[in-house]
């Protein structure tokens, strides 16, 4: 994870502005360490000339159409942003000649990569340009492919065929021990099942290992390695992994798992500010993390869900978001979606105020991203 979009919708310059302030306020960027906040603003003239005494601009990039950076007075106002830490994108770009200040273009690719900014791409080689709006996986490969370092779309939901016809004996030896855990079976099955993969025994003496767990005693056996960590930590590292494991042809992790760990940690949040015991945090991860199987393997998420035995009011919430959970999980599918299909409403619904809400997001993203450094 490298930024973070900022989507307003249609909210004036100001407005968003104010909200970043407010985000601000509950300690975003230095709970978010080495992460930005990309905002889009149509007129740089919008943006109030003391910025950089209301928000870090180190951490933040202004994207900019093409069209409103084409006089001295705009571009004037640009330098003095980037003068002071921001970072300016270029977006809208209709021809191949752009503001010269400019270092990285943001291109909406939904449709393909257009060809009039393969030149301009050239031109600022080395920049990491944002390849916006990738609707599905051959995309983001043609944009990877076309030198985009930076990706945003729904392309995370729509993997490749390759990807959901995962290996079938991985998954399987995932899932049950996932059921080992829940039923909370003795260690030295989950050894044997651990000994019988080299990558998940890897990844385990790994993440034992990690500065996240800050572990002083050296790791020589599985079982010291699963005791370390904890049932509860391998329960939900187990659920990571069902991501994690069904890797990119890049080798990177797959763009699913950072969705479903933010759903998982925004769900758990949310129990958490409504006072839920340590079982229903546990059920509320659960829901979230588990309500992207279905686009991980390609097989409805009845199917995928029949051999981990869970709780009814789990099933419910995911299959009919019936319930606190299912209501929860509503909002917190909302969550990662463009502005214009949140509903507002479901925040009251659960008995949050806005305050509590954003608290939550934010201990969700500075999960994913503790994770996917670890990962």
Same mark, same amino acid.
């Given at each position: ?9 249609? #909210? ?24 930005s ?13 003391? %910025?950089?005494? =209301? ?8 994207? +900019?159409?093409s069209?409103? &950076? ?7 106002r640009?330098?003095?942003?980037s ?9 809208? $770009?209709?021809?191949?000649? %752009? ?15 257009? &060809? ?5 791409? %050239? ?6 340009? $944002? ?8 995309? #983001? ?8 370092? !930076? ?19 991985? =998954? ?7 059921? #080992?855990?829940? =039923? @909370?079976?003795?260690?030295? /099955?989950?050894?044997? *099942?651990f ?41 939900? !590292? ?7 494991r ?10 699913l ?8 940690? *925004? ?13 229903e ?36 919430? *995911? ?21 214009? @299909? ?11 105020? &806005? @305050?509590?809400?954003? /608290? ?6 500075? !999960?994913?991203?503790? +994770?996917?450094?670890?990962?």
């Open positions: 994870m490298l930024a973070l979009q900022a989507d307003f919708g249609t #909210l004036p310059v100001s407005e968003a502005i104010g909200i970043l302030q407010f985000l601000q306020e509950k300690e975003i960027f230095s709970k978010l360490i080495g992460i906040v990309l905002i889009r603003v149509p007129d740089p003239v919008l943006v109030p000339a003391d %910025i950089d005494t =209301r928000l870090p601009l180190a951490r933040v990039l202004f994207s +900019v159409p069209r409103s &950076a084409d006089d001295k007075d705009r571009q004037s640009l330098k003095y942003f003068s002071h830490g921001a970072r300016i994108v270029i977006d809208d $770009i209709e021809t191949n000649a %752009i503001w010269e200040g400019a270092s990285k273009i943001s291109v909406d690719c939904s449709k393909g990569i257009p &060809a009039h900014v393969k030149p301009l791409m %050239i031109r600022l080689q080395g920049g990491n340009h $944002i390849a916006q709006n990738l609707p599905n996986s051959a995309l #983001l490969a043609q944009a990877d492919e076309a030198g985009f370092k !930076w990706f945003s779309g729904d392309y995370a939901f729509n993997p490749p065929v390759h990807n959901k016809a995962a290996d079938a004996t991985a =998954r399987t030896r995932l899932l049950k021990l996932l059921g #080992l855990v829940a =039923r @909370d079976a003795e260690s030295r /099955e989950l050894e044997e *099942l000994k019988q993969d080299a990558t998940l025994s890897f990844m385990l003496f790994k993440l034992v290992s990690s500065a996240a767990f800050a572990q002083t005693v050296r790791v020589s056996s599985f079982g010291q390695a699963i005791n370390l960590l904890g049932r509860r930590q391998l329960q939900r !590292w187990l659920q990571l992994l069902l991501y994690a069904q890797q990119d042809h890049h080798g990177g992790l797959n763009p798992m950072p969705r479903a760990a933010f759903r998982a940690s *925004l769900m758990e949040a949310i129990c958490l500010k409504r006072s839920g015991s340590k079982d945090l546990d059920c509320a991860f659960m829901v979230g993390m588990f309500s992207l199987l279905d686009k991980l393997f390609g097989n409805p998420l009845i199917e995928v869900l029949q051999p981990l035995n869970l709780n009814s009011e789990v099933l419910s919430a *995911l299959l009919q978001k019936t319930g606190a959970l299912g209501k929860s999980l509503d909002l917190v599918e909302k969550a990662d979606r463009p502005y214009k @299909d949140f509903t507002p409403g479901l925040i009251e619904e659960l008995g949050l105020s &806005a @305050d509590d809400y954003y /608290e939550c997001v934010i201990t969700a993203y500075a !999960w994913v991203n503790q +994770v996917c450094q670890d990962m």
